[in-house]
């Protein structure tokens, strides 16, 4: 008797080569893919992410079915009584006869969980396959991380760098004679260069569709209008080669820059594509690697740009999966601070913030300092529940799956994990954010002010965070500079600063 196999393609596995795909017959065996209100609402997404997602699900469906494979699309309807994946397999095995389900290990735990109980629910066998669009896997990442004292990104992206031989030379060697070029990455922009922006696509019949939709069903967060991502594999490949063109030469140098008339300077914006599976990071490294060889970008650039997507995102994957569930409920600092509402709105005085946050808005995208260091950094120093900022986190970014915002909020940025993912808290005060670029320019508050009451609140919640923390902190050996500056100030001014701090706290609402 002839096997019916079906597989579930989630909204961030749009590869046409996924491991799923190649594992049924085309023509014969299923694919269901699913709009889902459990999806839509488990956090309040930025309404462009969804119109991102449901728009290259449609195109990607269309394509398969063009392509022979029979798909079976469930479209989003809010009265709709299949909300989750459970129920969209539930109701399709009622009507069809399935054998057994095929799917690809999916992006978050909550998902993984629900695929594994499918099994249990349904009496059919479900078989998960890896999924080979990442350079490693969970499984090879627990051999490497098991044993170690401490789990450190470079180690991890030299590996990378060996398996994929990417800037390589002939010996087996890092191109450059060396591994990490970090240090040049730091300058700040003065509008030279200028600015490059992603490439810009003119929404088609089924993206107006959807964002009709959104806009009729969906109370999401962030403006709708100008919606401009690809929703194809091929627009995707037009913005890296737009990328590659125009901003990566000078991605490297200006990697950490904060302008404050510039929501993208030299950033890519080709997360969401990696994300959603529009692009694999292996054709993103190559294209970047043959630019460097082709001698039109400095290998800085390049090194940076490989870095971050077979060094970070991979490293990044491979603590959630090595720690998932529990990761997600760590507090290591104990923070219990709510998350400001101005969060939502960017309805604050501070500029570095109102900035981030109206670009979060309006683009769902922020680049990864306005992330690490500004909105970051704030919530770090306030003292957030961790749980609070990384559920903003996996709202408000079109590229926002749980694999990888959980690490980098609660471990890089919250240091919720007690120094698992990052050997330091990255806690900074306005100084910071004054060097890196010209927001504290055009901002109320006074950068060079610690405890008055126009007094940049970034400072003195700097120096309250180190003091709150120290018996936390105090012996990390990475900090001890910042502790010997803590040891120098008078009692006065310690008492100044928390009282600074606490008002802030109490007012920050009002900051
Ligand atoms: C608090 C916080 C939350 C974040 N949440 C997400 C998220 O939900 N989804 C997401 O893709 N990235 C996240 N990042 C990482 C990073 O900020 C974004 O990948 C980046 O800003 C996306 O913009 P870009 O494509 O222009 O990146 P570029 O600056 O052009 O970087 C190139 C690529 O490198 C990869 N990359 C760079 N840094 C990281 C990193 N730390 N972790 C994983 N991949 C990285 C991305 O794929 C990115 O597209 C987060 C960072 C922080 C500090
Ligand atoms: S002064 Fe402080 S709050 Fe204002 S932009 Fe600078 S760092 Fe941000």
Redesign the pocket.
Known sequence: MVMTTLTIITGDQLSPDIASLQAIERGRDHVLMAELSDEVEYVRHHVKKIVLIFSAMRHFARKLEETGHRVHYHRFDPAARVRSFSDAVAAHCDRHRIDEIVVTWPGEWRVFDEFNRLEKTLGIPVRMLDDDRFVSTPGEFAEWADGRKSLRMEFFYRLMRKRTGLLMDEQGEPEGGQWNFDAENRKKWKGRPAAAS?MSFAPDEITREVIELVRSHIDGFGELDGFDFGVTPEQARRSLAH?VKT?LAS?GDY?DALPDDED?L??????????IGLLG?LE?CEAVEQAWRDDLVPLNSAEG?IR??IG??E???GIYWHEMPGYADRNHLGGDQALPEWYWSGQTGMRCLHRAIENTRANA????I???MV??NFALLLGVRPAE?CEW??AV?A????W??L???LG??MFGDGGLLASKP?AASGKYIQRMGDHCANCRYAVTERTGEDGCPFNALYWDFLMRNEKVLGDNPRMRMMYRNVERLAPAEKAAITKRANWIRENVEAL
Do not use: C, K
């Open positions: 992603p990328f901003g991605f990697q993208y030299f950033h890519s914006r080709l997360s969401a594509y990696l994300n990071p993103v740009y971050q997507i970070w995102r490293f990044i994957r995208y922020a680049h990864h306005q992330r690490l909105t970051g900022i986190y996996l970014y590229d926002a799956f749980e990888v915002e690490p980098n909020t890089m940025v990255y």
